[in-house]
C-alpha cells in the first residue's frame, strides 16, 4: 500500500512554499513538485527528511536531486502539454515524474541496472506512465528522436553532440556542465536553422555523468 499521509502533502506544501521564497515562478512546476510524494522516491530511513530542501543518497554512489534544483531544471525546460522529453540519467525517478506531472511525454535513460531495475518497477507502482531505458545516456534513445526537450540530470564534462542530433529545431536542453568542484546550468535552444544559443543560468552540485555502462 502506498502511504501518502497529510503530514506528507502538509510538508510539500511546505516545500512549495519555500520554492517559491528561493525564486522558482512557473506555476506548473510548483503545483508538480507538490503533487509528486518524494519520500517515496526514497530510503525509508530518510522519510522524515525526504521534504527538505537537499539531496540524498539514494545508493550505486547517485543522489535524489535537492527539490530546488529539480524544480530549476524543471523550469528552465519550459515544458507544454504534450511535448516529448528526453532525461539523461533516471536516477531515483523522481524527476521524471515531476515531467510527467507538467503533462510532458517522458522517456528516461539509465546506465546503473541497479536504478533502472528499482525505477522502473516504482514509478508504474506509483501510476507514472514513462517509458524508461538501460543504457549510455551519452548516446540517448534516438529510436524515439526528435525530441521537444532534453534534460540531463548529471554533471557533464562536455555538451554530448549525440543528443543535440535528437532535439528537434527550437527545442531546449537543460545540462550541468562540470566547471571544476561545481557545475554551470545551461540552456541550449537550437534555432531553426540548427544554430546553437547558449545561456548559463548559476552554479550547482551533482554527481558526474559516467560515460559508459562498464563503470
Known amino acids: 500500500m502506498i502511504k501518502d499521509s497529510h503530514k506528507h502533502q502538509g510538508n510539500r506544501r511546505k516545500l512549495v512554499s519555500l520554492l517559491r521564497e ?18 517515496l522516491f526514497l530510503n525509508s530511513a530518510f522519510e522524515q527528511f525526504s521534504y527538505e530542501d537537499r539531496p540524498f543518497a539514494i545508493g550505486a554512489g547517485q543522489t535524489i536531486s535537492q ?10 525546460l519550459q515544458i507544454e502539454k504534450g511535448m516529448k522529453v528526453l532525461e539523461i540519467g533516471t536516477g531515483s525517478g523522481y524527476q521524471a515524474a515531476v515531467l510527467h506531472e507538467m503533462g ?12 533502472f531495475d528499482r525505477t522502473g518497477k516504482l514509478l508504474p507502482k506509483l501510476g507514472y506512465k514513462i517509458k524508461t531505458f538501460y543504457g549510455d545516456g551519452n548516446l540517448g534513445v534516438p529510436v524515439w528522436a526528435p525530441y521537444d526537450r532534453i534534460i540531463i ?45 547558449v545561456k548559463e543560468h548559476g552554479t550547482f552540485r551533482f554527481v558526474p555523468l559516467l560515460d559508459d555502462k562498464s563503470q
Not at 527539490?67 to 528552465?76: D, G
Request: charged residues 25%; glycine residues 8%; proline residues 7%.
Open 104 to 115: 510532458a511525454k517522458v522517456f528516461s535513460i539509465e546506465r546503473i541496472k541497479e536504478l
Open 22 to 39: 528561493k525564486g522558482i515562478e512557473n506555476e506548473n512546476v510548483l503545483r508538480a513538485i507538490g503533487n509528486v510524494p518524494r519520500h
Open 153 to 197: 540530470t548529471a554533471g557533464a564534462p562536455i555538451v554530448p553532440e549525440g543528443l543535440l542530433d535528437q532535439l528537434k529545431p527550437n527545442g531546449i536542453m537543460v545540462i550541468p556542465v562540470s566547471n571544476g568542484d561545481e557545475e554551470v546550468m545551461k540552456t541550449i535552444t537550437k534555432l531553426a536553422d540548427g544554430s546553437l544559443e
Open 67 to 76: 527539490p530546488f534544483t529539480v524544480a530549476t531544471q524543471s523550469e528552465l
